[in-house]
């Protein structure tokens, strides 16, 4: 810059004396006219030059401007951009032969320079803040969604880890036996002859079910899949179904021995009777008999 200056000034002051010369009236007219042209020449291109700077420093603020968020440095920038224009303007509508506006105009060419690289700089130390932030931002909810994710996989662990032991905790029924019985408790043959069924089953034996007193239903259906002997309703599948017959028992999770007698006041048909056994809202086992007429 100070180059630009030193010449401009050296330029002008020597296009001031050559036109001063020009009017004296030299008898090497022509080559001071020359010399003149080349001063103008010189003195046109360092202006130029100025001209370039003044709109390269006007643009580099508007640049500047398009990626800042802060409504307070967009502001000041735009005010350094605007007083850039205004001072491009100022030198494009100068006399050239104005020197010592020239020479303002040079100083102002320098405190714009260095108001801008002091701009620079901030706007660099921003970025870099604000880059380590979004690194930091993205990282914390790349780092939430890992935790998400994990939590969504132990929760899922659980809940099948939940229902396996639900599974596992079901009791079964095993060896479900049905017996038409009179009234004297001997075995009846024929369905006239029938008072109650006795129904016989063993629950089996299991460490991870839950202890104490349980309700065992027996649904016991005709071969018409009528519910024989109906006692009331219990809640299975979303919905309340009607029972023959119902035990409490005390289970200890060891193997137990249960018969329920489901008492008969209707007629009975020939054919197949099928006995359920529910507990705890799972039908546990089933059984079926044959009786004659």
């Known amino acids: 810059m100070k180059k630009l200056t030193l010449r401009f000034i050296i330029a002008f002051i020597s296009l001031t004396a050559a036109a001063g010369l020009a009017g004296c009236g030299s008898s090497s007219e022509s080559d001071k006219d020359k010399e003149l042209e080349e001063l103008r020449q010189l003195a046109e291109m360092d202006r130029k030059e100025m001209e370039n700077q003044y709109a390269d420093f006007a643009a580099q603020y508007g640049e500047m401007k398009k990626d800042i968020k802060d409504d307070s440095l967009v502001a000041r920038l735009d005010a350094e951009q605007r007083r850039a224009e205004q001072l491009l303007k100022e030198l494009k509508n100068l006399k050239t032969t104005s020197a010592a506006e020239i020479l303002r105009l040079?100083?102002?060419?320098?405190?714009?320079?260095?108001?801008?690289?002091?701009?620079?700089?901030?706007?660099?130390?921003?970025?870099?803040?604000?880059?380590?932030?979004?690194?930091?931002?993205?990282?914390?909810?790349?780092?939430?969604?890992?935790?998400?994710?994990?939590?969504?996989?132990?929760?899922?662990?659980?809940?099948?880890?939940?229902?396996?032991?639900?599974?596992?905790?079901?009791?079964?029924?095993?060896?479900?036996?049905?017996?038409?019985?009179?009234?004297?408790?001997?075995?009846?043959?024929?369905?006239?002859?029938?008072?109650?069924?006795?129904?016989?089953?063993?629950?089996?034996?299991n460490v991870t079910a839950k202890t104490g007193n349980r309700t065992v239903y027996v649904r016991l259906l005709k071969p018409t899949n009528d519910v024989v002997g109906r006692s009331g309703?219990?809640?299975?599948?979303?919905?309340?179904?009607?029972?023959?017959?119902?035990?409490?028992?005390?289970?200890?999770?060891?193997?137990?021995?249960?018969?329920?007698?489901?008492?008969?006041?209707?007629?009975?048909?020939?054919?197949?009777?099928?006995?359920?056994?529910?507990?705890?809202?799972q039908m546990v086992g089933s059984g079926t008999m044959s009786m004659n007429k």
């Open 106 to 205: 040079k100083k102002e060419l320098e405190t714009v320079r260095a108001v801008l690289r002091d701009y620079v700089r901030q706007v660099d130390s921003l970025q870099q803040i604000n880059a380590t932030l979004t690194t930091e931002r993205d990282e914390a909810r790349a780092e939430a969604e890992r935790t998400r994710q994990e939590n969504r996989q132990v929760n899922e662990r659980n809940s099948q880890l939940s229902d396996q032991v639900a599974v596992a905790s079901q009791l079964n029924a095993t060896g479900i036996s049905i017996s038409a019985l009179k009234n004297n408790g001997k075995a009846a043959k024929r369905s006239k002859d029938v008072a109650k069924f006795a129904i016989n089953f063993t629950i089996t034996r």
């Open 233 to 281: 309703t219990f809640h299975y599948e979303n919905k309340n179904i009607d029972y023959s017959a119902a035990r409490t028992i005390e289970y200890t999770g060891e193997e137990q021995h249960v018969t329920v007698y489901v008492a008969v006041s209707e007629y009975l048909s020939a054919g197949n009777y099928s006995a359920y056994i529910f507990v705890d809202g």
